[in-house]
């Protein structure tokens, strides 16, 4: 058992009221670790020692330069330890250790991306219509940054809200999920190496109720990064009403992936299916809508119950496995509701929607494909957050766009054709913040990140996201020999 403590202040510590829950490994249904359950006392211990770190002692008169240095050391740190940082996060979500290793390697790059940029954030000298003045802005630090992480990706979204925050000088508070605390309670002891002040990176778990509640209302957090689903999200939007904080949400969504006729079968079906059974389909850019071209609709049916039907489903800690468990029970169980009410409106399931044979223990559950004739039935419309691809039909590039666009959601898309003024066309066409073409799933620091509508506003990742975690401030220098003319009129 790992009984984990918090990280408050620059130090390790329990709930002020000794609380603490079970996080259970989704491949057994075991209780494998606790964690402390923070409470509003502890959230507001957290804000204040990092609004201390934001304006006294070391963080607040480093240079930007040296700011960078502490993220570098953080990224060499987490390089280093990625193949811990992995086993952690799969034991406690169930995401498969070949993804979650190579992806906190990965992370170390989101660090490294924003250190290299905390001394290339610039304001600027503006030409400006007045006689003897001279006017600048300065581009400041936001102020104490909150971090709502969800359980589906710990490790990169805690990197996505705190690198571009630190490299801005902010400090930050992250609140992991409580599905999966451990992974960020595990990263909490490099950060405790890399050598941030006291104060600048706390790290705190607990659940929505007190603890997101009281970070993301709490008057001192003046912004706030949310990842997680669309109700929670209704909360946290009013619970920033109490402070005014700037907010980004990236909610996830129910994104669509169009398959032309002269799209190359093998590579489109690769696609469809990192996209639906890649992470068991527990990703916010789940590709869950899939829209075939109707020459080659049959062959891709064909072709992904094929693939679904080999998948290798097991332990996600063993290399050879390509599809671990989901990672809550009522995952599952809603996955099985959904594709039963799909079915009594008409779609066909041609593999999966069932519990694997032989896994009576943990959540895991089989890479369906359901073909849909339209999109009234319900799997077109949810995000399920689990292995279920819905293909749908389409005639004409006109009609795969519209149906695409038949959503209230806009985060991810895919197109897959082999002719390129079609890719391009479709690209701008579709109502989705990110587009990938004869490719899908691929992320980057360098790249932004986050959707529009239902899936949410504001970017994560990316050089624009510096503006988000900046204040601007302008600066008016009179320069002429007189003193100030008269005070009654503007100037
Ligand atoms: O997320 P929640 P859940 C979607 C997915 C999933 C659904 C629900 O469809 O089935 O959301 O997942 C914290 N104030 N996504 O229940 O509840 C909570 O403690 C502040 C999409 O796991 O949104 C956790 O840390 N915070 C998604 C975080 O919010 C509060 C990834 C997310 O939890 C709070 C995950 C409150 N009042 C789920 N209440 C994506 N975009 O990738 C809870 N939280």
Redesign the pocket.
Known sequence: MNDYPMYIDGGFCEASDGGRFDSVNPATGLVWATAPAATEEDVDRAVRAARRALHEGEWATMTPTQRGKVLFRLADLVEEHAEILGSVETTDSGKLAVETRGQSAYVAEYYRYYAGLADKIQGATLPIDKPDMHVYTLAEPIGVVAG?????AEMLLTATKAAPALAAGNTVVI?????APAPVLEFARLVDQAGFPPGVFNLITG???PC??AL?SHPLVSRVSF???AD?AR??VV?TANNFAHLSL???GKSPILIFDDADLGGAVNGAVAGNFGASGQS?VAGSRVFVQSGIYADFIDEVVKRAEAVRIGDPLDADTQMGPLATRE?RDRAEAVIAESIAQGATLHTGGRRPDGFDAGWYFEPTLLACPDQDIRSTRV?L?APVMSALKFETEEEGIALANDTEFGLGSGVFTQNLARAHRVARAIHSGIVWINTYRAISPVSPFGGFGQSGYGREAGLDVMHEYTRTKAVWVNTSQEPMANPFVMR
Request: charged share 25%; net charge negative; proline share 3%.
């Open positions: 709502i992480v969800p359980w589906n609140k992991s999920s409580e599905e659940f929505g109720e997101g509640r993301t990842t997680g689903g929670t909360h946290v619970n990236e909610l996830g916010c995952q995000e957050f």
